[in-house]
């Protein structure tokens, strides 16, 4: 049995934009004057008609599927098409060419306010939109407390929605979407407005949905949310599905992408092939030395194989690794104990204001935590070309057992501003020893003093 809910083929959209208002008179006119001409007269006729305008593709033969269960990332930059493709999902804006087959319920939480009558009442509003979505009157009445209680704006139900902030319109919007239970949720970044106490509600509902079985599309600027909320992640370019794959590698092509002064198509694609045919594989040990059990050891067989470089400007880190505070070097490491992690930097050219950092990552490319050589407030650092940095971090290994990433970057002033001169992500890989009956839970040691007696 299919169990694709979405199905996208080919879906193309374009706007017509002209020259200057009257050209939207004249084309049509030429247009009817070459339907009424033969042969070569009308040929001059239509090509006259086509320079008065000329076509914008927001999406650009755009193809996926979509599984039931499934949630989807969209990302991309300002005006790459992402909201012009949820509205063609959702069913709000029709293609230029292409088809989209929708299975089940569909909640959309697009533009702010879309499909609200300011002039309706809150509740008025509610009752309008579960109406749209296929709930009959018994039905909603069923739901309206939930819909009231997750919304959370007090006497303003009862008020024209034209008086709500913002925030207010997103609480109301979304509640009315996520507590009917829709079997596709699509969410713009509408959610961005809202309070982060009520961000986390959201977040967490949508999570819930997720485990129902919910199909989950979702657009965000946020690449963290992306890799925790999705399965799967899309990366659109003027209108175009660029690459698709696990969130993590999508998200790194789509960083490189923005930061890096170098990077073009054809090596993005590289490097994302690479991380999608890698295999972080851990040992089993039998390689080690220095070492076994609870102590901390090299194997060399641990080794980082989705690194993702970004272009050298003048600057290269190099050997990043990690080592004991003695200098003795490491990838398995005995959890609360303290290590350095240390690479070096070579520079071909004078630079100012350089700052060196490094960043924890998990597997599935969540951050844990960084930290940078100099704050934004210091002026970091002068080199001059043929001078090597030394670049020290030293630790405490709070992770919790488990395969752990380190990124490695290096920034300087430029006249634009402050700028990556080389960046390597995934620069280091390492692996946090398992210890028997350990009570912690989650991806982070907090060193908690546990106290548990029973009063008289």
């Given at each position: ?43 001059r006729c239509f090509e006259k008609a086509a320079g008065y305008f000329r076509d914008f593709y927001a999406l650009k033969d755009v193809s996926f599927d979509v599984k039931k269960g499934e949630s989807v990332g969209i990302i991309g930059r300002n005006g ?352 946090v020893l398992d210890e028997p009956d350990l009570p912690v839970t989650g991806t982070v040691d907090f060193m908690v003093d546990r106290s548990c007696r029973v009063l008289q």
């Amino acid at each position: 049995m299919d169990d694709t809910v979405i199905s996208v083929k080919n879906v193309s959209k374009a706007y017509r934009l002209w020259n200057d208002p009257a050209a939207r008179f004249k084309a049509p006119m030429w247009d009817v004057l070459g339907h009424c001409l033969p042969g070569r007269p009308a040929a001059r006729c239509f090509e006259k008609a086509a320079g008065y305008f000329r076509d914008f593709y927001a999406l650009k033969d755009v193809s996926f599927d979509v599984k039931k269960g499934e949630s989807v990332g969209i990302i991309g930059r300002n005006g790459s098409g992402k909201s012009t493709l949820l509205q063609i999902i959702a069913g709000t804006l029709q293609p230029t060419g292409g088809t989209v087959e929708v299975r089940g319920r569909v909640a959309a939480l697009l533009e702010l306010g879309s499909g609200f009558n300011p002039e309706f009442t809150g509740r008025e509003n509610v009752y309008m939109n579960a109406a749209i979505l296929g709930l009959t009157r018994e039905e909603t009445d069923a739901r309206f407390d939930a819909i009231a209680s997750f919304a959370d704006i007090g006497q303003f139900l009862d008020q024209p929605v034209k008086t709500y902030s913002s925030g207010m319109v997103v609480r109301l919007a979304f509640a009315v979407q996520v507590v009917i239970e829709p079997d596709i949720l699509i969410v713009d970044e509408a959610l961005s407005v809202g309070d982060e106490a009520f961000q986390r509600k959201c977040y967490d509902r949508m999570e819930r949905l997720k485990t129902r079985g919910t199909t989950l599309i979702f657009v965000s600027h946020s690449a963290g949310l992306v890799v925790q909320l999705c399965d799967r992640a899309m990366l659109l370019h003027q209108g175009a599905k660029f690459i698709e794959g696990q969130p993590k590698n999508v998200v790194t092509i789509y960083h490189k992408w923005l930061y890096s002064a170098g990077g073009v198509a054809a090596e993005l694609q590289r490097d994302f092939n690479v991380l999608e045919n890698a295999t972080e594989g851990v040992d089993s040990g039998t390689d080690q030395t220095g070492g076994n059990g609870m102590n901390e050891f090299l194997a060399p067989g641990l080794a980082p194989h989705t690194v993702v470089e970004y272009s050298a400007q003048g600057a290269k880190i190099i050997d990043p690794h990690i080592e004991t505070l003695s200098g003795i070097r490491l990838n398995n490491l005995a959890r609360g104990a303290e290590y350095v992690y240390a690479y070096s930097v070579a520079f071909t050219r004078t630079m100012s204001g350089v700052r060196c950092g490094c960043l924890f990552k998990t597997t599935h490319g969540i951050e844990l935590g960084g930290i940078v050589s100099h704050s934004p407030r210091d002026c970091g650092l002068s080199v001059r070309a043929a001078q090597v940095l030394e670049v020290r971090f030293r630790f405490a290994c709070r992770m919790l057992p488990g395969v752990y990433f380190l990124n490695a970057g290096v920034v300087a002033r430029t006249e634009r501003g402050e700028e990556f001169m080389h960046r390597l992500v995934d620069a280091a890989i390492f692996r946090v020893l398992d210890e028997p009956d350990l009570p912690v839970t989650g991806t982070v040691d907090f060193m908690v003093d546990r106290s548990c007696r029973v009063l008289q």
